[in-house]
């Protein structure tokens, strides 16, 4: 089991940024997904970007627009989410996750392929 625990978030004016952070436990194991997702309010939870090893492959949902860029800092067991040119769109709280496996797309983005999550940021935008 990997646990993850996020930073990083807070409030912003539309078109600001925001680094979030996830520092997660020591991942001896073989290629799996590192990813964030998001839950807006009244929503299901959403794929925002993925890293996966194996393959070394990144994935974004098509909403991120060259907007976000997703990093991993393996030896610091870090994750990281840069997000510029924010919307009022992407308020949400933002997890980090662990996949079981590693992934192709769609699968790297889709929610039940991770069973290891943080407790949650919370990304606000305003107008």
């Known amino acids: 089991q990997v646990q993850l625990a996020e930073s990083g978030g807070g409030s912003v004016q539309t078109g600001g940024s925001l680094r979030l952070s996830c520092a997660h436990s020591?991942?001896?194991?073989?290629?799996?997904?590192l990813a964030w997702f998001r839950q807006r309010p009244g929503q299901f939870r959403e794929g925002v970007a993925a890293?996966?090893?194996?393959?070394?492959?990144?994935y974004y949902a098509d909403f991120v627009k060259g907007r976000f860029t997703i990093s991993r800092d393996i030896p610091k067991n870090m994750l990281y989410l840069q997000m510029n040119n924010l919307e009022p769109e992407d308020t949400a709280t933002y997890y980090c996750?662990?996949?079981?496996?590693?992934?192709?797309?769609?699968?790297?983005?889709?929610?039940?392929?991770?069973?290891?999550w943080g407790q949650g940021t919370q990304v606000t935008v305003s107008s």
């Open positions: 020591p991942d001896p194991t073989s290629p799996r997904c």
């Open positions: 890293k996966c090893t194996g393959a070394q492959n990144t």
């Open positions: 996750a662990a996949g079981r496996y590693t992934y192709t797309t769609p699968a790297a983005l889709t929610s039940i392929n991770y069973n290891d």
